[in-house]
Every structure is written in structure tokens, then in C-alpha cells.
């Protein structure tokens, strides 16, 4: 049910690939690039986020394009190895003249495409890849989309557990550059001791970790260890644990209640910035729902906004050069499906953000009635000021 | 065409290309890269082609030789060029060491291959798991060779630099193979993979020879490991990963010829031409492809290209003979 | 490190610590979680032994080690999630996974391995190696693109609770499924003709083609058997945990492993190793941590290929 009209265009753009077709030149299609984990442990971030992007993308030259010209997108799956979406990444750029990328989930691939991104010049906005270590002081081609780092999540994690009065709190952390950022942002934020696990990040089974934990544990940090979250969940309601509240770090909700079912009542909260309960998250989604058959969640909208960010940005900079590009999204306020307008601070950090925690409810939403899960706001934090690494 | 001569003629013909095409970022990189795998093919001929020791781990013995060199280099405050032989050295005597073991105990091909298949998943876990010394997967940048300063000073990209710097290091150990296998080294090589046990009797001292054959291999794998760090200008686990390094070393070795000299680089060229024109056409389905080439190759041209070729060219230098009047 | 900051600092501090906080055993640990961890270290053992018999049946029978083993046992699983999707019933769909497994190895059988058949001795072990692990390095890249992610059976397994302990019902599926499949392999080898053939075969093969066995026939019919339970030891382990297709090559390696420590052509001997290491691997990780506990896992296999070489060959 989904129409792949770009991929056709992409398929083109590889094969012209030896020859610099100087996508931002005049004229022809501009060249938006994309580096999603499409197989591998991150792959439900790099599908959904994909889906939501090739949707922007169609609208968007549905519509005329960008100032006449039609977008044309170039999607590659890195499989989350930080040297295969390295060398994809500078191909992209120099031999299909890509203007702007989008799509590093894991924070290996981050940390790894961001330094070339200040390498080439060429702005790179975010999936996920929450490290704090992707940005630092002097990024300016680096842009967060859908993840706060680390130690702004962790904050507003601590607030829940203040607000709640947990005390038995336990964390499995995965063994990359954003398990322990997570590490570090219990350890600088929480008001109690949380008993933490490190788990490869290739992990399938969890349960010598999650046996670590006493059975009266009430608050299960699954947020450090994206890859396994869903097996932590499943894992622990199948050796009796209750947590009342369970957090990640962003997990495609749909495929949480694919995997969980009904247990995905049981405590699962859904960290997002895609404010789901307004007004234009719901008229998109049910554009995507008319167009493509399927359910807009909070990560193909953030496929959606990648894609919407991009073509504001060259309308606005009234130029394809990625430089200036990249100006233009440092100093743009561009108002969109979250909850604020997306601000960012001279290195690439959201500002201003509200951080939305969402569980789950058995029911559709207005925009889906198919569907047999809805999200149920459980708190929004207030505008976070941005993380400085200074 | 002596062997020295055909050697040279290789390098030049590799020194030559970047003046063809030029301009390309990518393709410099893409050189680079096949120029390194050259490098490790040529040194794993020395240990399975001379002495019949497959090793499996020329992945973990790069990453060895690059943790080596880049970390010691950070930690004394230098240039990586100074602790390069520092790199040589662990990772020969690592080398050494399994093959010295190996011999001892008269391990076959086989046994050393399934030895050093254990140890390269146990290294590269080790560089995986001691995050605090290697920064786990995420790994750290490594500008350590002075390749991006050197290059502005002469006008070209810091990876062409590497590139001539490797080519020059491609020609020395061809160059260094052919003189080790025209020596008694050589000989000695030859009697152990014809007969260990023979030889043996004949008073060769196997153990001897094995050992500084993998040492030597060894050396060489982790000079080029710093190499191969210094063109991804990042040190990570993942760069030396059994079926990223140590698969496609044995199909470039095999498939230019085993105890060729020119078998590397031929292999070398055709692996990753075929890389790239998989690249081009069928996006996505190129593990499949090189499975099915690794299967391919062992089971009909396990002779190689080289070997073949020059069979094939003395075959018709034969029938032109023949057909000379008496 | 040549790094700064405060993630470095503590990179350092889980190298030292372990896997963050105290290990278990400083803290206290409840007897009865300890029992439940048993059972889960025994069920992985269990799950070890059968990958660990596959490899060894074949590699015995006919010097092929079948790199592609962990390959089979994720098809297995593979197959059996695409069937429940398609409306399937679980256990229907796990038989259909064993069989489509089972039909990859006929089809292997029939082509790759005739080939590499031809070949004797030293030759055709190294043949054997490299194409079944050019087989496993195809296999892979042809199911990453129907199955890219992770996946599980969706059964419901709970908790069983006896005494103090919460045993993980999963765990106890599995050894029982293993169980099960081990002894039937056993009482196959012992008491069945094709069985005792096959043993011919592994001792003796020419005197296995003087009492009128035909060795070929034996192989290509243990080696479909031993893909039968690669495919059933995944179903097994998904019952309990995820599967992708990368953990093929992660289960070949136990394999390889668990048969080096076993004595690589001694059947009882791979499933003991099995058993043995994935208890010890399982409570180490428990204990102390993953990193350590597969650590332990290269240096029992290292040891044991030093200590007993000539079983090889």
C-alpha cells in the first residue's frame, strides 16, 4: 500500500552516481539524502523515520516542490555500522551533490557521520543518536530532530521519579556511546540509587539482567538500551516483575504494541517530541493514513519533519548551497508537529523543546480508526533549555 | 619477466592511475582501500602461501597494530609515524606467538584456522569490551599521521598522500616476498608444504620457519592496520571485523592466486572492481553476491587468476612452438 | 584515551566495576532467583548442546564443518515468525520452520556439498569451511531483506513459581523441547539402522562400505537431520528471547565452540560442552558480567585446541 514513487528516482541517482550530477546545481532535482538503519538492530527507527520522509517528500512535490524544483530522495541502509554510513554519507554528498542528509539513529553513527558532516560542510539533521558526545561546542552542520541528549532525558526522567517518589528504580544500559550517556544522566540526575545493568547492544535475551533487579522494582529504565527495549519489556513481565512505570527512549510505539499487545498498558511510556494530540499532527495523519494505508506515529512524523525542515530551509535561504543551507536551519523557527517551534542553539541543540511522555491505551485515534492501540498523555515537561557541552 | 620487474611494473602502474583520474575524493579512497587489502593479502600469502598456516585473524592483528600505534601515540604525545614500529612489533610477536604454539603442537591448516578464527572474535570483542582503553564501539578519530597537514603542504588530499605512501609499502613487501622466497627461507618453505614431516627429518627446523614466517606476516598486517585507521581517520572495533576484513583478505588472496606475487594486487583489483560495480547495480544485494563468489572461488578457481593466467599464456607459447617448421 | 570528558572516565569505571554497581553476589541474591538463573543457564546449555550436536554429527560424518549451521537455525525461526503472520498457528508454523530448514539442507546437499565431497582429506576440510560459510554469508544477505529486524515467537510464556523461585516458563519449554530432541537422537543413533550406519561411518568408513553402508546416502541424511535440529534449537531459544539475522553467525560461533571443547568428532562429547559452557556462560554473565562471561567462552575454546589438537586432524 505505500507508494515508493522516489525510490525509482533514487535507484536513477545511484546509477548517475559516478558523475557529480551537481544535485544542488540549477535547474533539475535537488538531492535530499538519507542514511537510515534499514536492517540491523536499529531497523524500526530507520523504517518508520524513512516512511515519514518519503511521505514529506511527496507532498512537498505534490505541491510545485521547492520553488519549482522537485525534490528527489536517496535512501541507503547503513545497518547501523558507523563506517558503512560514513562512506555512504560522503557518496552522497560527492557523488550525487546531496544538499542535506538525514537519518542517524545510533549514536555510533552519529558521533561518526557528525564529524564529517563539519567535515564536508553539508548540514546532517539527526534521527535519533541522543549521545551528548555528537555535539560539541563547535558543530555547525549537526542538527538533533527527535531525540533530547542524554542528560536532558535523564532530567526529565528524574522529575517523574521525584514527582512519583520511586524508590526502587533499575536501569539496562547497552554498551555504546548512548548507553552510557544514559548512564551518566542517572548518575548526574536522580534523586535515588538505580541499580544498572550493561548489556551488549547486540543482545537478544535479558533475563541473567533483568533477574539482577529485587522483584519490587517500580520503576524499570529500559531508556539506555534502544535495540533491546522491547525484549526488556517482554522479558521482564515474563519473570513476574511489575514495574508501575517503564521508560525507553523513544521506541516506534506500533511495533511496542505489535510485540507486547496488552502488556504494553502495563507501564510502558512512550518518550516523543511529535505532540501527537494537536491539531496538525492529526491532519497530516490522516493525509498519510489516505495516502499510504497506514498509521502516522510519532516516528514516521519525525520522518515528516526532517523532510519539511529541509525543503523550508533551502525556500528560505533562496539557495541549494549546503552551507547556506545550514544557516538557514541554525536560525530558523520553523513550526511543525511539535509541541514548540523547532529553535536550535548556534551548535545544532534543540531549544525550547517539550519533552512528551505518552502510554498506551487499548482504542483508536481520531485519525486511524483501524487501529486497536491509542496513546494517552501522561506528562509533558516544561520548554528544556538546551544541553551546552561546555 | 623477472620477478622483481613485474613487481615494479605493478607499483607503477598503481602510481600511475591517481594521474588519470583525479579530482574524485572517492575514488582516491577507494584506491587506498584496495591498496591495503593488497597489502594484507601479500601478507597472508607469507603465512598460508609459504607455510600453510591460514590465519583467520588478520582483522584482530590490524586492529591490534592500530590500537597499538594510535593509543601509544596519543598517551606519549607524538606523531604515530614514531610509534609505527611499536605497532610491528606487537603484532608480530602476536603473531608469532600463535604460530610458534601452532608448530609445537603440529596443528594442520586447518587447526590454525579455526585457532585464529577464535582468537579474532576474542580480540574483537576485547576492543569492544575494554571501553575505557578503546573506547568501545563507538571508537575515537585518529589524525595522528600528520596525512591531512602533509597534503595541504603539497597541493593534493591528505588520502592521496596515504595512497603513494602505501603503493611505496605495496612495492617494498612484493618486492621483500619474492627475495624471501629466492632465499633458503624460501626453500625451507617450499620442503615444509610439500612434506612437514620430511622436512622435518631433513633437520629443517619447522617450528623455526613458521613462526618467523606468521611474525613477519603479523608485522606486517598491523603496519598497514595504522594505515587502514589513518584513511578512515577513526579507530573502531567494527573496521576489524572478521567478515569485513578477514573474509574478503582470503577472496582477494585466492582468487589473484595463493603463491603468486602479483596474486594480491590482481585480486586486490578484481574484488574491488566487482565491489563497486555491485555497488552501482543491484544496491542491497551485495553480501549475497560475495557469498556466493566466496563459494565460487573455492570450488572452481581455487588455482587464481594469476597462476591461471600464466598457464594459459605458457600453453600457447607451446603450441606456437609446435607449430614451428623442424 | 585520546578523549576528554566524563563519558571516558566512566568507560573506564565499568571496565574495572564490571557491568555497572556491584556484581550480584556482593549484594544479596535470593536463593530462589538463583534456581530460576539455573534454569535459564540450563535451558541455554541445552540450546548450546543441540547447535553444538548439528555441527559435530556432520563434521564427523563427513570432515564438512557446516558454517552455516547458525544460518539454519535462525531460517527455522525466520520462517516459523513469516508463517504466524500469515495467520499460521504457532505450532504448525514452528513444524513448518523445521521442515523449510530441513529443505535447505537437502537442497545444500544436493549441490554445494556433492562438490566439496569430491575432494578428500585436509583439501576437503578447507573446502567444506569456506563454502558453508560463503553459504552462511548468502543465506544472510537473502533473509535480511523480507527480515531486517528482530524477531520472536509470539507465544505467552509466563512465570512458574516453585517455592521462592520465578522460574521463567520459557526456560522450561525449552528444556523440555531440547531434552526431547536430544534423547531422540540418542535412541536414533543407538537403535535405529540409519543410526548405527551413520556410526559406521564416523568410526570406519571403510569398513562401513565393506558391510554394505552407503556412506553418501548417510551423510546427505544426517546432514538434513542436523539442519532438522539447528532449525529446532532456534525455535527453541526464540521461544524465550529475539532472534535477527545477524545472530546466525553469533550462534555458529557457540557451535564451532561448544564442538572444539567437546572433541569436534564425539557427539555425547558436544552436548556435554554445550551443556557445561552455557551454564558456566549464563551464571558468569549473571554473576559478574557479559563481557567476562564471553571472554571465558574464547579461552576454554583456545585452551581446549591446544590441549587436544590431533581430534581434528
Redesign the interface.
Known sequence: MRRRTFLGAA?AA??G??VNLAGGGEGGPITVGAIEP????F??WG?THRDGLEFAVEEINADGGVDGRELSLTV??TAS???DA??VF??MV??EGAVAVTGPVS??VG??TA?TAEELSVPLLLHMAG???VLSRDSRYTFRTALLPAPTTMRAQAQLVTDAGYDSVGAI?A???WG??V??GI?QHFPVDV??????????????FV??FP?DLEMMIATGHP?GA??IM??Q????YEPAVTTESGFPPALIND?LGDDAARGITHTHLTDVYSEEFRAVAERYAESTGDRMGTHEGYGYVAGQLIAEAIRQAGSTDPVEVADTIRSIRFDTLYANPIEYTEWGELRNQRQVYSGYEAGAPGYYPEADYRLTEVFRTEPLAPYDPA | MSSYRRVGVATGALAAVPLLVTG???FE?TLAGLVVFALLATALNVAFGATDQLFLFTGALAGVGAYTASLSAAALGVSAWLTLPLAALVAGATAGLVSWVAARREFTAVLVAILTLNLQLALTELF??A?GLTG????Y?FEALGLAAAGDALGVSGTLVLYYLLVALLGLSLAGYVRLLDSRHGLAFAAIRADETAARAAGIDVVRYRTAAGALAGALVGVVGVGYIGL?S?V?P??FAFL?VDVLVLVVLVLGGLRSTLGPVVGAVVVVTLEELL???I??YDTVVFGALLIVVFLYFRQGIVPAAEAALARWRESGDAEEPA | MPAS???RT??MA?LLAG???PP?VVAAVDPG?LL??AV?AVA?GLFLALLGVGITLVFGLGDVLNLAVGTFAVAGVLVAVALVDLGVGVAPAAVGGVLAVAALGVAVDRTLLSLVYRSEGQERVLLGIFVTLGLAIAVDGLL?KPF???Y?LPVE???V?VGPA?L????LATIAIASVVLLGLVLFLRHTYLGRAARTVFQDETGAVLVGVEPRRVRSLVFVLSAAVAGIAGLA?AA????????GF?FTTFAVIVSVVGGVRSVPGAAAAGLLLGVVV?FA??LV???VAEMLLFVVAVAALLARPEVLG
Open positions: 535507484g545511484t546509477l552516481g559516478c534499514l536492517s540491523g538492530p531497523t524500526p523504517t541507503t541502509d555500522d558507523p563506517t560514513d562512506s560522503r557518496r560527492e557523488n549514536s555510533d558521533i561518526r564529524r549521545s551528548e558526545d544500559i554498551d555504546y556511546a552510557e550517556s548512564q551518566e548518575d541499580r544498572t545493568r550493561v548489556a551488549p547492544v547486540g543482545a537478544d535475551d535479558f533475563k541473567p533477574r539482577q522483584e535495540p522491547v525484549t517482554r522479558q513481565f515474563q519473570l513476574g510485540a | 574524485s575524493s572517492s579512497r569492544v569490551g571501553s568501545g564501539s563507538t571508537g578519530p578512515e577513526y573502531a567494527s573496521l569485513r555497488r552501482l547495480l544496491t542491497g | 570528558g566524563g563519558v566512566h568507560r565499568l557491568d555497572g554497581g550480584a532467583q530460576a538463573v535459564d541455554f535480511v531486517p529486524g528482530s520472536t510464556f509466563g512465570v513459581r520465578p521463567a516458563a520459557a526456560s531459544y524465550g528471547a529475539t532472534v535477527g539475522v545477524a545472530s553469533e549464563q554473565s549473571f558480567g557479559t563481557f
